[in-house]
């Protein structure tokens, strides 16, 4: 079904058969249909049975009247599903809501029912008695965050005696009230100035200002002993949450109370300006503006001010209305040194930009904290459009760097945005190969972050050193190896000029990055080039295949040992061997890959007299330890250049798997000194390994 235009009819008989069941049946099926067609969000199934289970203006909720979701949608005669996967409730077709508005006994007081129904279930005795502390046990009032949230949206649509006298009632301690917080919480989710263990300092006129139930509004700010400007616990008064949430009606009400601040700030010295700029509502910021005792520029603690606000978030008639005023700086930056145009610019909002660059006291060339301009800002996050408006400006400067020596061009090039890229490559006064400060050129972070269209772009000029290294001598096609990108690799290695086995500043060659990081693709495309050396070591002489060893990427590993021209047993400048790297690490599936070459000495020692096996009993990888004791040409009790065999290092270490393993070969000799007298059992004494220290003593050694 996709038009409800010739649903009328079949909907018509559904209700009335819904209508002709009769009794409970027909009033659980109208008023569910009437909370889901209604309702300002998804119900999840517990909310819905919950809802329809209150009776308006009881004290208590009872349990009993809680009906079966199964039940719901029978008595909805099939007008309602179970969304599985989100686990609400909803119409079975959309067309199905405008035809259930339309009818009388569903829509013309659905609202204020709803609300009564809300505020009922939250001065429920069982919802009252519900502790407000950080984790209260909500299990058995599911419909809490709904009522909590929405009871005043409804009440704002239709306000009934009913629902005034339950909400009044509600207020009587809304401070202490559970679903005070559960609202402030909402509001402010990471604030830490919602105390769970303290009153919430929240009135009723807080709320009902927030939601913007003027009616209401007029009753509490004028009853007796009401402070219209108090303070709640977030330091912001009624008329503060009235602008944030753009309720006209409720602002114009306050003010004409007379003794109200309308520039009072709240927390972070935000004011109803800044808040009614923030979130664009112009109507609220039209009577704000009309005040003289209101100052349109001032600014929170981060020294935003509301035409700052506006801008970033593309409020252009909000914007519009304050540039208006002559007592608006739109040049003002904020603690971060950016102004609106700088945040229009950031969040790519073309009608803003373009709003402030009429004017003559707008430099589009400023400068932040950061050394970014406002071109800059807009190449970061990949506006084009604000890019152009911007460049067609002969007072920027398309291609200054910021702090970090990233000009507009880096940063798109960065971020993958083509078309900003190529804005700003046609542009003559863009430098494309301009590296930034740790030497990275626009093709280095393509590169880098595998953007294959920024690369193909990049490398359509003929000003592009496509072996331009950085700082540390790492070029774009070792950037893009190390990073695995197969689709710029390969556009790369496309160039005649491109060097395929150009070492870093650590001697460490492209090729060598994509071992090291298990870039399987990678590292074939380089294996076909001619100039590329698979055994090429670095400065620590680690080989490619040593890196792949290292980190146990197996795939690697055999690629690189079907070539001839790989020596397996190439040692690093340790003495330490690929097999020793895999077996230091616990790589169990490159330790066997290796062991089956007969050109792989097991048993060759480092620098430092140690076997593959030492690094094994230091690390406790008791897997590869049975793997290489099962060779008969590893000795489990070789002595390094202290004297000490793998079972010291076990010991050390307190690794109980690898001792007993070592303990149940006859040709390990466990009281045996090192070259200082000190035997395993005091090595595990004097590190505190007790188990180890048990074992030993087990088999009747003495410290």
Wanted: proline share 7%; hydrophobic share 35%; charged share 25%.
């Amino acid at each position: 079904m996709t038009d409800g235009s010739d649903l009328g009819d079949a909907y018509g008989a559904t209700l009335g058969r819904i209508k002709g069941q009769g009794g409970e049946k027909a009033r659980l099926g109208i008023a569910a249909l009437m909370w889901i067609s209604h309702v300002e969000r998804p119900l999840k199934v517990d909310e819905l049975c919950h809802a329809l289970a209150v009776e308006i203006g009881s004290p208590n909720l009872n349990s009993d009247n809680v009906p079966s979701i199964g039940i719901v949608l029978a008595c909805c005669q099939g007008l309602l599903v179970v969304d599985k996967e989100a686990s609400t409730v909803r119409l079975i077709h959309f067309t199905l809501q405008e035809h259930l508005r339309a009818q009388p006994e569903l829509s013309c007081a659905a609202h204020s029912i709803m609300a009564e129904t809300c505020l009922s279930y939250l001065n429920s005795r069982q919802v009252k008695a519900l502790s407000t502390s950080p984790s209260p046990n909500l299990q058995g009032t599911p419909f809490l965050e709904y009522s909590s949230l929405y009871w005043g949206m409804h009440a704002r649509r239709d306000l009934s005696d009913c629902a005034k006298l339950l909400a009044l009632k509600l207020f009587n301690d809304y401070s202490n009230h559970i679903s005070t917080k559960v609202l402030l919480k909402t509001q402010f989710p990471h604030s830490h100035f919602v105390d769970p263990d303290e009153p919430a300092m929240f009135s009723g006129l807080h709320c009902v200002s927030m939601f913007g139930i003027v009616e209401m509004v007029a009753s509490l700010a004028g009853a007796e002993g009401c402070d219209i400007n108090q303070e709640d616990c977030l330091g912001n008064p009624p008329l503060m949450w009235a602008a944030r949430n753009g309720h006209e009606g409720v602002v114009k009400t306050l003010l004409e109370l007379g003794d109200v601040n309308p520039d009072k700030p709240g927390n972070y010295d935000r004011t109803p300006l800044w808040w009614a700029a923030l979130n664009g509502h112009e109507g609220v910021a039209k009577i704000l503006l009309g005040r003289d005792d209101v100052n349109p520029q001032k600014p929170d603690n981060n020294d935003q001010t509301p035409i700052s606000c506006a801008a970033e978030n593309g409020h252009g008639r909000v914007v519009k209305i304050l540039l208006e005023r002559d007592n608006v700086n739109p040049e003002k930056p904020d603690s971060d040194g950016q102004t609106p145009l700088s945040c229009a610019a950031l969040n790519g909002h073309e009608g803003v930009v373009k709003m402030l660059l009429e004017r003559d006291d707008v430099n589009p060339d400023t400068l932040d904290r950061y050394g970014r301009t406002p071109i800059c800002d807009a190449a970061l996050n990949g506006h084009e459009g604000v890019v152009k408006i911007l460049l067609e400006r002969e007072d920027v400067n398309p291609d200054r760097p910021d702090n970090h020596g990233l000009t507009p061009l880096c940063r798109a090039a960065e971020n993958g945005y083509e078309g900003v890229v190529n804005v700003l490559l046609e542009r003559g006064n863009v430098n494309p190969d301009k590296p930034d400060g740790y030497g990275l050129t626009p093709l280095g972070r393509a590169s880098w972050n595998g953007h294959k269209g920024v690369v193909r772009a990049l490398l359509g000029r003929d000003d592009i050193n496509p072996n331009k290294p950085n700082n540390y001598g790492v070029t774009p096609l070792s950037w893009a190896a190390l990073s695995g990108h197969e689709g710029v690799v390969e556009i790369l290695l496309e160039r005649d000029d491109i060097n395929p086995d150009k070492p870093d500043n650590d001697d460490q060659t492209p090729l060598s990055c994509a071992a090291e990081n298990g870039h399987e693709g990678v590292v074939k495309m380089l294996l076909e080039r001619d100039n590329v050396n698979p055994d090429k070591p670095d400065k620590d002489s680690q080989t490619p295949l040593c890196y792949a060893a290292r980190n146990g990427h197996e795939a690697v590993v055999k690629i690189l040992l079907e070539r001839d021209d790989v020596n397996p047993n190439t040692p690093d400048n340790c003495g330490r061997t690929p097999l020793f790297s895999a077996a230091l690490d616990g790589h169990e599936g490159v330790v066997k890959i290796l062991l089956e070459r007969d050109d792989v000495n097991p048993d060759n020692q480092d620098n430092y007299g140690q076997t593959p096996l030492f690094g094994v009993a230091w690390n406790g990888h008791e897997g590869v330890a049975n793997i290489l004791l099962k060779r008969n040409d590893v000795t489990p009790d070789k002595l390094d250049n202290h004297g000490q065999t793998p079972l010291f290092c076990a010991a050390l270490k307190g690794h109980e798997g690898v001792v007993k393993i070592l303990l149940d070969r006859k040709d390990v000799t466990p009281g045996k000194p090192d070259n200082y007298g000190r035997t395993p059992l005091w090595w595990a004494a004097q590190s505190g390994n007790t188990e180890v220290v048990s074992l030993l003593y087990r088999r009747g050694l003495l410290v």
